[in-house]
C-alpha cells in the first residue's frame, strides 16, 4: 500500500489517511509476522470472481461510483463490469462525540478520495497531490460500492447480551489479484472519522484557512491542518461547525443519504464534543485525546457498549509462535513431514513456551495450533518447479504427493512449517529427491 498522509498535522498516534486511516481503527491491519492483512473493522465472509481470469461480472446498476473531481456518489448505471466482487463486513459502532456510525460515514471516504486526489477544472484549491497519490490505486480499481441491508450480529458474555450493528458492503474492483488479501486491503470500505468532521476539514481547505499535506501547506503558505493544536484555526471552525448547525448542511455527495435535520444533530454533537474536550478531532477507535503538551500525549480510553472489538483481540500477536520441522521421510514418490508446535503457557503476568509433536488427528487441533506446511521444489539449474502446501494427514505428519509430472533429474524440496501466520525466521529443511528416466 501507499504512504499515508496526515490529516492532522503529525500527532504521531494519529497518522493515517481518512480511508483506511490509522485515527481511530483501521479496516484492516498489517500483519507483524508476513505480508498480509489482518480483517479488523471490516472482515471479508466471501470474494467472488466469474468464471476465468478473463471474465467479468456484471455491476449493479443500482451500485454508486464516485464522481472524478466532485466525487459526488452517482449510479454506475447498466452495463458496466468489473473483474472481482469483495463482500465486506463493517463493524459499526459510536465515534467519540456520540454520533453512530453509518453508510453516510462509510461512502463520504470514497467520494473524499475523488474529489481531493482528481484535479478540478472547477477550483484548484480542490486538490492536494499527496491525497492523489495515496489514493490512486484506489481510484484506479474501483468499479462501484453497493451497501446492503444493515444486519445485527449478538453476543453473549454470561448473561448478558450485546447487540452490534454489521454494515455489508459490496465493493467491485475492475482488477483481480491471486492474493485475495492484498485485493481486499486495495479499496476498504472504512473511514475512521465521522462524515462531519471530514466536510468541516474540507471546508477549512476551501476557505484557505489550512491545507491537507505539509508540502501543500508549504506551497500555499497556510497552516498544516490540525484539528487539536492550532488555537486561531480552531477559533475559525468552531464558527463553521455553528454556521452548519443552524443551515443544518449537508455535503453534496451525502445530500440523498443525510437529512439536513440529521445534520444538525451531527453537528451539535460535534459542537459539544469541542466544548468539552478543547479539540475537534473525533475518531472511533477505543482511545480518545484528553490531554496533548509540547512533548507528550494522554489518551483516555473510550468505553462504550457499541464498540464491537473486545478485549483479547490481539493477544497473541506480542509472543509469536512457530512450528519445527522434526523429520523428513521420503517413501517412494510420498514425502512425509513431521513437526513440533509451540504452545504458551501463562501464569498470572509471565508466561512458558513448551513445544508438543503434532500427533492429533486434525479434527482435533484448533486452526491456531495446526501449521501450514509450505514446500517448492527447485531442478538442477535451481529453478522452481512446483510449489504449494501439503495437507495434514491424521497420522500426525503432512503428506506431499510427488507422483506429479517432472522431468528425469535430480530435485531439491524444501519444506517449512509456519504457525499461526507467523513467517519470520521459519525452520526449513530440504531433502533431494531424484526422478528417474523412462527406460
Not at 467472488?48 to 449493479?60: H, I, N
Not at 493544536?229 to 448547525?245: I, Y
Request: charged letters at 20%.
Amino acid at each position: 500500500m501507499r504512504a499515508a498522509w496526515n490529516p492532522v498535522a503529525g500527532f504521531g498516534y494519529a497518522a493515517g489517511r481518512i480511508i483506511g486511516a490509522a485515527v481511530g481503527d483501521p479496516a484492516q491491519l498489517p500483519h507483524p509476522y508476513n505480508s498480509t492483512w489482518i480483517p479488523n473493522r471490516a472482515t471479508l465472509p466471501a470474494v467472488t470472481f466469474e468464471g476465468l481470469p478473463s471474465a467479468a461480472l456484471e455491476v449493479p446498476a443500482t451500485a454508486l461510483s464516485p464522481e472524478p473531481g466532485t466525487g459526488m456518489l452517482r449510479p454506475a448505471g447498466e452495463g458496466k463490469t468489473a473483474r472481482a466482487k469483495i463482500l465486506y463486513r463493517v463493524l459499526l459502532s459510536s465515534f467519540h462525540d456520540g454520533s453512530s456510525m453509518g453508510v453516510a460515514d462509510i461512502l463520504y471516504a470514497y467520494a473524499f478520495a475523488y474529489s481531493w486526489g482528481v484535479k478540478s477544472r472547477r477550483s484548484g484549491a480542490d486538490y492536494d497531490p499527496l491525497v492523489d497519490t495515496s489514493t490512486a490505486l484506489l481510484r484506479e480499481w474501483l468499479a462501484g460500492i453497493r451497501p446492503l441491508q444493515t444486519e445485527q450480529e449478538i453476543k453473549e458474555s454470561g448473561e448478558t447480551k450485546y447487540v452490534f450493528q454489521v454494515q455489508p458492503i459490496e465493493v467491485y474492483l475492475e482488477r483481480r489479484l491471486d492474493d485475495l488479501t492484498q485485493m481486499a486491503a486495495v479499496a476498504r470500505p472504512w473511514s475512521t472519522l465521522p462524515w462531519h468532521v471530514v466536510a468541516l476539514m474540507e471546508a477549512a481547505v476551501k476557505r484557505h484557512l489550512a491545507a491537507f499535506s505539509q508540502d501543500e501547506a508549504k506551497r500555499r503558505r497556510l497552516p498544516w491542518l490540525d484539528l487539536v493544536r492550532n488555537e486561531g484555526l480552531k477559533t475559525r471552525l468552531a464558527s463553521l461547525v455553528e454556521q452548519f448547525r443552524r443551515e443544518g448542511y449537508v455535503p453534496p455527495a451525502l445530500q440523498n443519504l443525510v437529512t439536513p435535520a440529521e445534520a444538525r444533530t451531527r453537528w451539535a454533537a460535534l459542537q459539544e464534543f469541542h466544548r468539552t474536550h478543547r479539540h475537534f478531532l473525533v475518531t472511533n477507535g477505543p482511545y480518545r485525546l484528553h490531554r496533548w503538551s509540547g512533548n507528550s500525549v494522554t489518551l483516555q480510553a473510550f468505553r462504550n457498549v457499541t464498540y464491537p472489538l473486545g478485549f483479547g483481540l490481539f493477544d497473541h500477536y506480542p509472543i509469536p509462535r512457530r512450528a519445527h520441522i522434526t523429520g523428513l521421510k521420503l517413501q517412494g514418490n510420498r514425502l512425509e513431514v513431521q513437526g513440533d508446535v509451540e504452545k504458551i503457557l501463562r501464569f498470572q503476568r509471565t508466561y512458558t513456551i513448551v513445544r508438543e509433536q503434532l500427533r492429533d488427528p486434525a479434527s482435533e487441533i484448533g486452526p491456531e495450533d495446526l501449521p501450514v506446511c509450505a514446500y517448492v521444489v527447485v531442478n538442477q539449474e535451481g529453478l522452481i518447479t512446483d510449489l504449494g502446501n501439503a495437507p495434514y494427514a491424521d497420522a500426525g505428519a503432512f503428506i506431499l504427493d510427488l507422483n506429479r509430472p517432472l522431468k528425469p533429474g535430480l530435485y531439491t524440496i524444501i519444506t517449512g512449517l509456519f504457525l499461526d501466520g507467523n513467517r519470520i525466521n521459519p525452520d526449513l529443511k530440504s531433502i533431494q529427491y531424484r526422478v528417474e528416466g523412462h527406460a
